[in-house]
């Protein structure tokens, strides 16, 4: 059986429901992954080669993890938006999901700059940005670590979804 269809419509459905409540709501319902990834495992084992579809996903699942476990680590993004990308990851493969992850940062980077704009914080970013990276160019010792001033967030569970439907419009175009 041919399931990528399936399977990539299924994933647009599931970032579509994502950043809408990412938006709405601040969150990603875990209901909402755990039910996509359910969906992603079963088109899987449904598929002409069960094992190899599964061991990609699985894959998948690892990478978006990995890539973005960091930016949770370092408070710079929330978890939900940490298993959107293992979700993702569990419909498409590793090399996939470093795609969509790029692109996500992308869309990500974009709106930051957008909402840092509009809210005019940009000077305070820039001091944010300036008071990370200063130590690193003039080779200073790591000063301890501050609490800066945020200068707001952004529903990256957008973004990710961005990343995903470019990946997927790229497939049939």
Same mark, same amino acid.
């Given at each position: ?33 755990? +039910?996509?990834? /359910?969906? %992603?495992? $079963? ?9 190899? &579809?599964? *061991?990609? @996903? =699985? ?49 990500? +980077?974009?709106? /930051?700059? %957008?909402? $840092? ?9 820039? &001091?944010? *940005?300036? @008071? =990370? ?41």
């Amino acid at each position: 059986m041919v399931v990528a269809p399936y399977l990539d419509t299924l994933l647009l459905l599931l970032v579509a429901a994502a950043a809408i409540n990412d938006l709405s709501s601040r969150r990603i319902p875990n209901r909402l992954l755990l +039910g996509g990834l /359910a969906g %992603a495992l $079963v088109l899987h084992a449904l598929s002409a080669d069960p094992r190899q &579809a599964l *061991l990609a @996903g =699985l894959g998948g699942v690892v990478t978006g993890l990995l890539i973005f476990m960091p930016f949770y680590l370092l408070r710079g993004m929330a978890a939900g938006d940490v298993k959107m990308m293992a979700t993702v990851g569990a419909f498409t493969s590793p090399t996939d999901v470093l795609e969509i992850a790029v692109l996500a940062w992308c869309a990500g +980077g974009i709106m /930051a700059l %957008a909402v $840092v704009i509009y809210r005019g914080r940009l000077r305070l970013a820039l &001091a944010n *940005l300036w @008071g =990370l990276v200063r130590p690193m160019l003039l080779r200073l010792p790591a000063a301890p670590s501050t609490a800066r001033e945020s200068v707001g967030s952004i529903p990256y569970g957008l973004a990710i979804a961005a990343g995903t439907i470019y990946l997927l419009i790229g497939r049939y175009a």
